[in-house]
């Protein structure tokens, strides 16, 4: 059984930007193919509710090879899209002081696909911050398509530090 709406489908479209891609690298250290999300759309901190969304593409680096002639944005991208999109809220919401350099993908659990997504198509995401601290965050998140929901689960990010090297992370 799918779980309640965090927060209505249908509004999302019709939200302004408020971070693009450039103001979203500011604060996420993922560059090129692993940039997974590309917009903004809805940040209320009382409330710990972030929006945005990913434009799959058909010039994606996965599309030629994740199902020849039926291309599926796989699941683990659909992951890290939605972690992509906690990690900005951490980032731009919730001080660090200390904990870490950046927010990495500490986990996923109770992870469910109800739609296929594919190129040509908008995912809009929400997460809704269930338990908030400068060192870990738990989020549920939500994804749309056409205002349906394609997938559910709870994301866990982690403060992380970069090592010497400027390598290293989740």
Known sequence: MPPPLIFDPTELGAMPVLADKNEIQKFNLQRFDMVQLDGIVLLDKPNHLIGGYKDVRDDEFWVRGHMPGYPLLPGVLICEAAAQLCSYYHMACISLDGAGDFVGFGGMDEVRFRLPVRPGQRLYMVAKGIKIHRRQVTFN?????????AFHG??????????ASGSGGA
């Open 141 to 149: 998140v939500q994804g749309f398509v056409d205002n349906q929901l």
């Open 154 to 163: 709870v994301i866990i990010g982690i403060a992380l530090h970069r090592n």
